[in-house]
């Protein structure tokens, strides 16, 4: 069960999320693309604002979504949003279900029955990762997709903060002297490198058929491309899209 002042947090986070109604922006738009060619059944973990949630909800090819979030306040939002978006946009609103997590399983989700999973900058949250990504493979249809993204503690940047004995902002903006108030780096719980997060996936069923970064500092000089295909390096975040091993 997740402490009160653990899902308090995440009720003051949502407070800072941009308006769905507005579309997707930034990590929405390096995942989107990521995406062509699926369709079928969706489930998001960790919805967050719901941009990118509601944008796919919007289209024809996705038959129905399912929102998860600890965050009530985050949900609601994201019901309003969709309320509106459906109406004005002529689009089932009965396509989207939202709802919270049952100490990070998701009993209310029949097995098999999803077909296209998406974790973004969530699982370095959650108590367990073992147990949210063999959930992910309980509720995956025989030849699902999961797209997943983590804070990336191989990244230079960190690697080299580490060598002069500073601590990495993997999640919080805020110096560590104003973590009690702000949450251990914005109560990032685990830490993942490619090598970590390749043998946590392989060991919940999940095969690694793409890993690619994002960013957009430093693209003047050619930083985009090297996070995009060395990721383990030069990207802040790993984001890998996974195929379900039979």
Known sequence: MHSVHLKQFYEDDALRFWDPRDGMRGR???IYPLLEGLSGS?????????????????????????????????????????????QTRGVANGKLTLTTPVNDT???VQDNSVDLILSLDTIEHVLNPYIVL????????????????VPNYGYIKYVVQLLLGKQPLTGSGRPVDEWRKEGWD??????FTRQSL???????????VLW??????GKQFG??????????VWSGALTVVCKRKP
């Open 186 to 191: 914005g109560w990032h719980l685990h830490t």
């Open 28 to 30: 929405d738009l390096t």
């Open 106 to 108: 998701l009993p209310m």
């Open 198 to 208: 390749d043998i946590l996936l392989r060991d919940c069923g999940w095969q690694p």
């Open 134 to 149: 063999d959930e992910f493979y309980r509720i995956g249809s025989r030849d699902s997709t999961f797209v997943i993204s």
């Open 212 to 217: 690619t970064g994002y960013g957009d500092k």
């Open 223 to 232: 930083l985009d491309i090297l996070r995009q295909r060395f990721p383990a």
């Open 42 to 86: 969706v489930l998001e973990y960790g919805a967050g604002s719901g941009s990118l949630l509601l944008s796919l909800a919007l289209e024809q090819r996705f038959t129905s979504l399912t929102g998860v979030d600890i965050s009530e306040g985050a949900l609601k939002n994201i019901a309003d949003a969709w309320n509106d978006m459906s």
